[in-house]
């Protein structure tokens, strides 16, 4: 098996900086979908996003890249990721 194809990882993640209020939560949902990845994604009280993300480990370690940069407008200061066991999800999605 390839890395693209392999066991399923699912990561658990906090990003901080500018990250609410510049469409962050609408990027990394594109971006899962884009990457045929499931998960969510939602802000918190405090100001940083919080999201899982679940799927091939090399896509997964690219997606959590992909969201450091952000999009446009956005400024991405830390993603602090840890590990949990893959729950078998099958979409990306924004949760309110």
Do not use: Y
Not at 4 to 10: A, L
């Amino acid at each position: 098996m390839t890395e693209q194809t392999g066991d399923p990882v699912r990561m658990h993640a906090f990003v901080s900086g500018v990250v609410q209020g510049v469409n962050f939560r609408w990027f990394v949902e594109r971006v899962g979908n884009r990457m045929k990845l499931a998960g969510w994604v939602r802000n918190l009280p405090d100001g940083r996003v919080e999201l899982e993300v679940e799927g091939p480990v090399q896509k997964v370690d690219d997606f959590l890249d992909e969201v450091g940069r952000g999009p446009l407008g956005s400024r991405v200061d830390s993603v602090i990721a840890s590990e949990k066991p893959p729950e078998g999800a099958v979409d990306f999605r924004i949760r309110f």
